[in-house]
């Protein structure tokens, strides 16, 4: 029998393999601050654990890893237009349940959408990988802290204020937005407008 901290060890050691540094300290805060939100949440620590400490994992895996697997596994075509950006979650989902071993699909779908979020609909553990990608405590930008309390408060209210925010940088910057990002933040601003 394997415990759960020895099973959590064991792919920590793999995510470590795979990453620089600072990319995987970031995803040791993003599990703690899983845990946290799950707590608060009253959801499953544990799947919270492994699904922070897992959610970057592809993250510095180069582009022909992407457009390998992409094929393999008979993923949308269109993902080829994208980037790293968007293929770490929704393809290197695949790659954490292929070279990870693991099953578990509520913790593959939190991956696949921790980076675009997803609508009303998406999963609470799928929202709390979202926001302490968002909120750990290595991240400094502006606003952080109100994004921590709001968060804190209400779980839904805090991804509605990431999609708000991500949105407007990517599109201050110029940047391409992938159209389930744009879909994400229509479904959350209808839910929480009046109008
Ligand atoms: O992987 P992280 O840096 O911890 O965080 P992330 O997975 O949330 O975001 C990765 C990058 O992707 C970040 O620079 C913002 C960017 N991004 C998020 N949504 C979109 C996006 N980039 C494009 N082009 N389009 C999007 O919709
Ligand atoms: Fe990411
Ligand atoms: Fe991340």
């Given at each position: 029998?394997?415990?759960?901290?020895?099973?959590?060890?064991?792919?920590?050691e793999?995510?470590?393999?795979?990453?620089?540094?600072?990319?995987?300290?970031?995803?040791?805060?993003?599990?703690?601050?899983?845990?946290?939100?799950?707590?608060e949440?009253?959801?499953?620590?544990?799947?919270?654990a492994?699904?922070?400490l897992?959610?970057?994992?592809?993250?510095?895996?180069?582009?022909e890893?992407?457009?390998?697997?992409?094929d393999?596994?008979?993923l949308?075509?269109?993902?080829?237009?994208?980037?790293?950006?968007?293929?770490?979650?929704?393809?290197?989902?695949?790659?954490i349940?292929e070279?990870?071993g693991?099953?578990?699909?509520a913790i593959?779908?939190?991956v696949?959408?921790?980076?675009?979020?997803?609508g009303?609909?998406?999963?609470p553990?799928?929202?709390?990988?979202?926001?302490?990608?968002?909120l750990?405590t290595?991240?400094t930008?502006?606003?952080?802290?109100?994004?921590?309390?709001?968060t804190?408060?209400?779980?839904?209210a805090?991804v509605?204020?990431?999609?708000k925010?991500?949105?407007?940088?990517?599109?201050?910057?110029?940047n391409?937005?992938?159209?389930?990002?744009?879909?994400?933040?229509n479904?959350?601003?209808?839910?929480?407008s009046?109008?």
């Amino acid at each position: 029998m394997t415990t759960f901290a020895e099973e959590l060890k064991t792919i920590e050691e793999k995510v470590k393999a795979h990453l620089s540094d600072g990319r995987f300290q970031h995803c040791l805060r993003v599990k703690d601050y899983a845990i946290k939100l799950a707590k608060e949440n009253h959801l499953d620590e544990e799947q919270a654990a492994l699904a922070g400490l897992v959610h970057d994992y592809a993250k510095e895996r180069p582009a022909e890893d992407f457009l390998k697997v992409i094929d393999q596994f008979d993923l949308d075509p269109d993902l080829k237009n994208w980037n790293r950006s968007i293929w770490h979650g929704v393809v290197g989902a695949v790659m954490i349940r292929e070279e990870l071993g693991i099953n578990d699909p509520a913790i593959l779908d939190a991956v696949v959408n921790h980076t675009t979020g997803d609508g009303v609909a998406m999963s609470p553990l799928a929202k709390v990988v979202f926001m302490a990608d968002y909120l750990e405590t290595g991240r400094t930008f502006p606003g952080v802290e109100e994004a921590r309390k709001i968060t804190d408060q209400s779980l839904d209210a805090g991804v509605f204020y990431q999609l708000k925010h991500t949105l407007a940088f990517l599109a201050d910057q110029g940047n391409p937005i992938y159209p389930k990002t744009v879909a994400s933040y229509n479904e959350w601003a209808r839910h929480f407008s009046s109008k």
